[in-house]
């Protein structure tokens, strides 16, 4: 993605960003330190900054706020990361051993709270109550859809309730990546400007999601960690298996055990489910979702000033659901 | 405490605090409700928001925005507290099971995220950017703090790592409490109100922790749960320890044995250690240090206002140390 066109205007801020997350632990523990390290390095494209700092350029939002900004972006992600890999006992991220897997749990669990506690200054170093307002706003979302799946499952999802999910784990944030860069802008929340922002970190976020759950079927390589069907393992019902379960799935035996045990065990009856579900054109049916969500994305940039970043995030946009397939 | 003297004053005030913190998981899942209820209910008292209420009450702090100020206090503790109940593995706080005896790990994780998230909105209701500085400032102290003492545990305590860790765990908080609701009342940093203050609440705090260290060697009834020589049985060396150390102590081989093995598991041996720290003289020393807090604190105070609160914040600096020797 470092060669994506819309990195390359933004790819000079983004080392600014990555130096000042590196600082975010100085001063404090030194294993603390080493553990935030790792993390940046293990780190994934930073697509979050990325749509931060376009949107925040396109608009005009000033440099070292933005900076700042983008930052607290990426550190509250990490956080939420350290605790989930936590939860779902994750071994691996990317490739990279998480930090559960090599630190105990209390480590971990204070880790996160640590990154928590940065990502926190750092939105509050953009010196905009409103960005802190949407910040914590966003975090209490998050939490509150980890604590909802973890307590109902994946079992008996409707499509009101994957979509309220998928808000919750991947789409508040860059909702707040946009929002947050049109404040910096100067937009409060009643201009137009800001809310084609907010839609547009909205619907790229609900894609990124969307095609993430396909990813799970297809078993992409870069995904290292996850073989393919590890959401229906876990019990997890995304939209693939929505499809599927609406049409001519109602009555596999594989998915309903899925739905009724909260996962499936038996190797075999995953990657037969996989298949059938692959086979069924639920990953087509899905994709289409997906890209009305970047119409909708595409559609909100139109009311946004025109000029490079406009162009980028475009590019961006498409980069989200083409990744792939 | 409820009938203290010094919390009369804001005994009604108090009660829009508590109002306001029960209405915080309002909206999201029924599970977070019942678990903050739950630990509404199980909660202490009070202190921190009632520190706030009446050094913002003597300086002038506008009404509302100092009762979302305690309550953003309060949670702030309650969510520290449930992370650290999970990782020291505690069962009972104050007599009432902790969320972790009846909770998955996952879910006091998740749980004490929402609290740090509704603690940083709260926070941001402030409508102060510099409250919500100290406010993610003292939650990077308090973990930082944690983490240290979970790395390092009690082994080879020198004062200086002592007073670090005690300022971390507990004078941390309450010098926010203070210097935050000095800034509501219009107190920059420069302003000598805004020192004074946060030299009182530091100071109360320090004393605080020190009286509550004093008191694991007592075996004072009202912490049910914890027996005496708690902290010697988990390799925390406090302060009754370390003054002990200091004199006598150095050749002690129980308190060696606890050095180098950070902890103890013979209960006669913590016993007989628990008996030559009391017959010592180490707890008269340590309560020593936490009265020179004290005094500390009533000095601060004298530079503030004349007032009922004024007297009320003196009273409460004698309750912290006069609780319970």
């Given at each position: 993605m470092?060669?994506?066109?819309?990195?390359?205007l933004?790819?000079?801020?983004?080392?600014?960003?990555?130096?000042?997350?590196a600082?975010?632990?100085d001063?404090?523990?030194?294993?603390?330190?080493a553990?935030?390290?790792?993390?940046l390095a293990?780190?994934?494209?930073?697509?979050?900054?990325?749509?931060?700092?376009?949107?925040?350029?396109?608009?005009?939002?000033?440099?070292r706020r933005?900076?700042?900004?983008?930052?607290?972006?990426?550190?509250?992600?990490?956080?939420?990361?350290?605790?989930?890999?936590?939860?779902?006992?994750?071994?691996?991220?990317?490739?990279m051993?998480?930090l559960n897997?090599?630190?105990?749990p209390?480590?971990t669990?204070?880790?996160?709270?640590?990154?928590?506690?940065?990502a926190?200054?750092?939105?509050?170093?953009?010196?905009?109550?409103?960005?802190?307002?949407?910040?914590?706003?966003?975090l209490?979302?998050?939490?509150d859809?980890?604590?909802?799946q973890?307590?109902?499952?994946?079992?008996?999802?409707?499509?009101?309730?994957?979509?309220?999910?998928?808000?919750?784990?991947?789409?508040?944030?860059?909702?707040l990546?946009?929002?947050?860069?049109?404040t910096?802008?100067?937009?409060?929340?009643?201009?137009?400007?800001?809310?084609?922002?907010?839609?547009?970190?909205?619907?790229?976020?609900?894609?990124?999601?969307?095609?993430?759950?396909?990813?799970?079927?297809?078993?992409?390589?870069?995904?290292?960690?996850?073989?393919?069907?590890?959401?229906?393992?876990?019990?997890?019902?995304?939209?693939?298996?929505?499809i599927?379960?609406?049409?001519q799935?109602?009555?596999?035996?594989?998915?309903?055990a899925?739905l009724?045990n909260?996962?499936?065990?038996?190797?075999?009856?995953?990657?037969?489910?996989?298949?059938?579900?692959r086979?069924?054109?639920?990953?087509?049916?899905a994709?289409?979702?997906?890209?009305?969500?970047?119409?909708?994305?595409?559609?909100?940039?139109?009311?946004?000033?025109?000029?490079?970043?406009?162009?980028?995030?475009?590019?961006?946009?498409h980069y989200?659901?083409?990744?792939?397939?």
């Amino acid at each position: 993605m470092s060669t994506a066109p819309f990195v390359t205007l933004v790819q000079d801020t983004l080392q600014e960003v990555e130096a000042l997350l590196a600082r975010q632990a100085d001063g404090y523990h030194p294993d603390l330190q080493a553990a935030l390290h790792h993390l940046l390095a293990a780190g994934g494209k930073r697509i979050r900054p990325t749509v931060a700092l376009l949107m925040g350029r396109l608009l005009g939002a000033p440099h070292r706020r933005l900076v700042i900004l983008a930052a607290a972006l990426e550190m509250l992600h990490t956080a939420t990361l350290v605790h989930d890999d936590l939860i779902d006992g994750a071994l691996l991220r990317r490739g990279m051993p998480t930090l559960n897997a090599q630190w105990s749990p209390a480590a971990t669990v204070l880790t996160g709270d640590f990154l928590f506690a940065r990502a926190a200054l750092l939105a509050t170093n953009t010196e905009s109550l409103h960005v802190m307002r949407l910040f914590t706003q966003a975090l209490a979302v998050i939490v509150d859809g980890e604590i909802r799946q973890l307590f109902e499952g994946g079992a008996y999802t409707t499509a009101a309730q994957y979509e309220h999910r998928i808000y919750a784990k991947t789409a508040s944030m860059f909702e707040l990546a946009t929002a947050a860069a049109a404040t910096l802008a100067g937009a409060a929340p009643d201009f137009p400007t800001y809310e084609q922002a907010r839609r547009y970190g909205y619907h790229i976020g609900m894609a990124f999601q969307i095609v993430d759950d396909i990813l799970d079927y297809q078993g992409d390589s870069r995904q290292v960690g996850k073989p393919v069907g590890n959401d229906l393992r876990n019990g997890l019902v995304t939209l693939p298996a929505l499809i599927y379960m609406q049409h001519q799935g109602q009555q596999d035996p594989d998915l309903q055990a899925v739905l009724q045990n909260g996962g499936l065990f038996d190797a075999q009856r995953v990657e037969r489910l996989v298949t059938r579900i692959r086979e069924s054109g639920a990953l087509q049916a899905a994709a289409q979702a997906a890209r009305q969500h970047i119409d909708a994305a595409l559609q909100a940039l139109q009311a946004l000033p025109p000029g490079p970043e406009r162009d980028a995030l475009a590019a961006l946009a498409h980069y989200v659901v083409d990744r792939d397939f």
